[in-house]
């Protein structure tokens, strides 16, 4: 890879574990000027410059997928490695310790707490675009318009707490986004959110452009 293909296409890593349309994260991500490649292969994704995990689907099933194919481990080098890392949809709530919706199922463990189904008397799945409400600045929502439009499909969501970055309204607050370090995370699809997304994706590869962290495992 040239230095001029570092700073101007970053290269990015989908990890690609047979779950889902994992291919259509990477289509947007090189749609916003990134050089992303779905992957399985553990040098492959060291050598990236960021790491993205995304998901549909159940918790456990998503999990027993990963582990299958060697890359939970794979995973957690690169959140410890401090590379940009962006977990979407399942593959944010894989970053938590585990899930209700698979008892017995560990996650990545690389944010505390437990994903529980959705509290109230709402419809499930939320199968809907919804306005992202930011609780703090942060650099993945520069630009976005005023109660910009994101869409769901989950019916559980991740526990409140210190690194929610934004929430949405679904009979009660949801969380919709979290941040530690250099780990990001969306409950809703970037890929799949319009416009609105398309800035979310492209305010991530602008922050793997200026990073440039060194290529680790």
Known sequence: MSSSATVD????????YGI???RSAQKALEHVGADAVLTADPAEV??????????VGAF???MAALRDCGLDGVARRAVASGRPFLGICVGM??????????????????FPGVVDILPGEVKRPQMQWNILRPRVADPL???????????FVHSYAAPDGDICIATCEYGSDVVAMVRRDQVWATQFHPEKSGATGL???????DLVRSARTPKVG
């Open 9 to 16: 296409r970053p290269r990015i890593a989908v990890l690609d």
């Open 20 to 22: 889902g349309n994992l």
């Open 46 to 55: 060291a050598a990236a410059h960021a790491v993205v995990l995304p998901g």
């Open 60 to 62: 456990g099933a998503c």
């Open 93 to 110: 709530q894989m970053l938590f310790d585990e899930s209700t919706e698979s008892p017995g199922t560990s996650g990545l463990g690389v």
């Open 141 to 151: 929502l520069a630009g976005l318009e005023r109660d910009a439009w994101v869409y």
């Open 199 to 205: 800035r979310l994706l492209t305010n991530f590869v």
